[in-house]
C-alpha cells in the first residue's frame, strides 16, 4: 500500500530543502514548492541546484523536484488567463488578479484564499496557464531561476497531478 504523505510548512528555498531531507522518510517523488519573495537569490538559485545535485547523486529511488515562482505563486495564477512576461513587483501581481476577479463579479483577490483552485478552474484555462508557463521558462532557459522573471515551475507538478484532480 503506497503512503502519501503531505507536508506544509512556512519555510522557504533551502530551509524547505533541509526540513524536507530530515521529516521524509521513504517517498518516489518529493516536491518543494516556494516562491522568490525577498529571500536571497543564492538561496533561491541554490535550492533548485541542490535538488539537481541531489538526484544525479541519489542512491535510492527517490526523486526530488522543485515547483518554483519568480517571484511568487500569484503568476501561476495569473497565467490562468493571460500571458505576462513583464517583470513587476508581486504586490502588481495581487492587483492584477483583483482586477480579473472583478470582471468575474468575485471578491477582491486575497492571498491564501481557500477557493483559488475552484475559482482557477472556472473562470481561468489551466492548459493556458501549462503553456504559458512553459513559453515564459523556455524563453528565458539556461539562466538562473532568480533571473526569470516572472516565471514559474509549478506547472510540471501540474502536469503531474492533472489526470487526479479534474
Given at each position: 500500500m503506497n503512503e502519501r504523505i503531505k507536508l506544509v510548512t512556512g519555510r522557504n528555498t533551502l530551509s524547505l530543502l533541509d526540513y524536507a531531507k530530515t521529516v521524509v522518510v521513504v517517498?518516489?517523488?518529493?516536491?518543494?514548492?516556494y516562491d522568490l519573495d525577498d529571500f536571497?537569490?543564492?538561496?533561491f538559485d541554490n535550492t533548485a541546484y541542490s535538488v539537481e545535485s541531489m538526484n544525479e547523486?541519489?542512491?535510492?529511488s527517490t526523486k526530488w523536484h522543485v515547483a518554483w515562482s519568480n517571484q511568487c505563486i500569484e503568476i501561476w495564477f495569473l497565467l490562468h488567463f493571460n500571458y505576462y512576461n513583464s517583470d513587476i513587483h508581486r504586490t502588481e501581481y495581487f492587483e492584477k488578479l483583483s482586477d480579473i476577479f472583478k470582471e468575474y463579479e468575485l471578491d477582491k483577490y486575497e492571498k491564501n484564499n481557500e477557493d483559488i483552485f475552484e475559482i482557477l478552474i472556472q473562470y481561468g484555462n489551466l492548459e493556458d496557464a501549462i503553456n504559458n508557463a512553459k513559453r515564459l521558462y523556455k524563453e528565458n532557459e539556461g539562466q538562473p531561476p532568480s533571473k526569470i522573471a516572472p516565471a514559474t515551475k509549478v506547472y510540471e507538478l501540474v502536469e503531474i497531478l492533472k489526470p487526479h484532480m479534474l
Open positions: 517517498c518516489e517523488h518529493i516536491w518543494l514548492v536571497p537569490l543564492d538561496n547523486n541519489n542512491n535510492t
